[in-house]
């Protein structure tokens, strides 16, 4: 069996011509490469001025919607809370009242609903469980903020506006 000595090949480094020695070909490419990135169209977007535009697949901030009266079509399944991976949407369920019935097309509604926005991964199975289609991902960007407390939507950031306001 043969050593590893033997198996090893020797490197001979050649020697340097003039040219690769005051490395002036070299600086010349890199200044090269400079000037041409100098020259061409930046790509940065200028955030808070310019938006950019988003994939039809985008999944921004959760949102309630309403029905075509204006009332919250979520009906406290809970369906989405079962169906998220990071258990981020916690609901309280309630019934309604006995005179408010009439008004409302189900008897049970979301008391509480939250979303800690933390621990969202924005995959989307919330809004694909959901039977009465009342949740969806269609919103900007979760805004940065300092405290933990402020990451934890409540049914006043997630309901959408009534749409005769």
């Not at 050593?3 to 600086?27: D, G, H, M, T």
């Not at 000037?35 to 169209?41: E, G, I, P, T, V």
């Not at 309630?94 to 969202?120: D, F, P, S, T, W």
């Given at each position: 069996?043969?050593?590893?000595?033997n198996?090893?090949?020797?490197?001979?480094?050649?020697?340097?011509?003039?040219?690769?020695?005051?490395?002036?070909?070299?600086?010349?490419?890199?200044?090269?490469?400079?000037?041409?990135?100098?020259f061409?169209?930046?790509?940065?977007?200028?955030?808070?001025?310019?938006?950019?535009?988003?994939?039809?697949?985008?999944?921004?901030?959760?949102?309630?919607?309403?029905?075509?009266?204006?009332?919250?079509?979520?009906?406290?399944?809970?369906?989405?809370?079962?169906?998220?991976?990071?258990?981020?949407?916690?609901?309280?369920?309630?019934?309604?009242?006995?005179?408010?019935?009439?008004?409302?097309?189900?008897?049970?509604?979301?008391?509480?609903?939250?979303?800690?926005?933390?621990?969202?991964?924005?995959?989307?199975?919330?809004?694909?469980?959901?039977?009465?289609?009342?949740?969806?991902?269609?919103?900007?960007?979760?805004?940065?903020?300092?405290?933990?407390?402020?990451?934890?939507?409540?049914?006043?950031?997630?309901?959408?506006?009534?749409?005769?306001?």
């Amino acid at each position: 069996m043969e050593s590893l000595s033997n198996k090893r090949k020797v490197l001979v480094s050649k020697p340097l011509n003039f040219w690769e020695r005051i490395y002036l070909p070299a600086i010349v490419q890199g200044l090269s490469i400079t000037m041409k990135h100098f020259f061409r169209k930046p790509v940065t977007i200028q955030y808070p001025e310019q938006q950019r535009e988003y994939s039809e697949n985008f999944r921004g901030l959760h949102s309630l919607k309403r029905d075509e009266d204006g009332k919250e079509r979520c009906t406290a399944c809970g369906l989405c809370a079962l169906s998220c991976p990071a258990e981020a949407i916690t609901m309280i369920a309630a019934e309604r009242q006995k005179g408010e019935e009439h008004l409302y097309r189900e008897e049970k509604y979301a008391a509480v609903y939250e979303i800690n926005m933390l621990r969202c991964i924005f995959c989307g199975l919330c809004e694909e469980a959901c039977p009465k289609e009342a949740i969806y991902l269609d919103g900007p960007h979760v805004t940065s903020d300092y405290l933990r407390k402020d990451f934890i939507y409540g049914k006043d950031k997630l309901v959408e506006a009534p749409l005769n306001q």
